[in-house]
T-cell receptor, first 110, second 113 residues
């Protein structure tokens, strides 16, 4: 079955440093979604990527979809304490059945 | 503007008891989902309903049943709870089509002793 690897599991950064999390799939994807979950909260949708090689930006966040549509990355420039949480990718091979990655837990030290 | 509402928020059960988790959305979404999240883990899909009247198994359906009561409501039932089902359960909904963002409820924290 489809497998999704997300790395790293944990990342501690000093406020102002950059952060990147990667999502890798064993199969070609239809699309990929990214979510953020604050401690004790629920996942909140950030963005969706559909096209091969697509790059999207939201303020300090940059999302990229690989050319082969098997991997994706989320990059945060100059982290802030408000960026704390766990970032998940969720992948689909063209159905309603989404597989979530195990997440990257980001801690930002002030 | 409630979005996705889950009840209850917390529950403690004894092994072997049954329970139904309720989920309702007010966004007129077609698709609804049930996930479980274990400590330090991602979300695993239990069941989903692509549209009213249909339900399908996800990654971890064993020990659970679901009912899509109408377009708004999607319930999850544990017939005979086991300690391995201790988890946080999230319900989500999304609009028509497969490439739609999912909107999550606040979750139900379920402990089975």
């Amino acid at each position: 079955g489809q497998q999704v690897m997300q790395i790293p599991q944990y990342q501690h950064v000093q406020e102002g440093e950059d952060f990147t999390t990667y999502c890798n799939s064993s199969t070609t994807l239809s699309n990929i979604q990214w979510y953020k979950q604050r401690p004790g909260g629920h996942p909140v949708f950030l963005i969706q990527l559909v096209k091969s090689g697509e790059v999207k930006k939201q303020k300090r966040l940059t999302f990229q979809f690989g050319e082969a549509k098997k991997n994706s990355s989320l990059h945060i420039t100059a982290t802030q304490t408000t960026d704390v949480g766990t970032y998940f990718c969720a992948v689909s091979s063209g159905t309603y059945k989404y597989i979530f990655g195990t997440g990257t837990r980001l801690k930002v030290l002030a | 503007n409630a979005g996705v509402t889950q009840t209850p928020k917390f529950q403690v059960l004894k092994t072997g008891q049954s329970m139904t988790l309720q989920c309702a959305q007010d966004m007129n979404h077609n698709s609804m989902y049930w996930y479980r999240q274990d400590p330090g883990m991602g979300l695993r899909l239990i069941y989903y309903s692509a549209s009213e009247g249909t339900t399908d198994k996800g990654e971890v359906p064993n020990g659970y049943n679901v009912s899509r009561l109408n377009k708004r409501e999607f319930s999850l039932r544990l017939e005979s709870a086991a300690p391995s089902q201790t988890s946080v359960y999230f319900c989500a909904s999304s609009g028509a089509g497969i490439n739609q963002p999912q909107h999550f409820g606040d979750g139900t924290r379920l402990s089975i002793l």
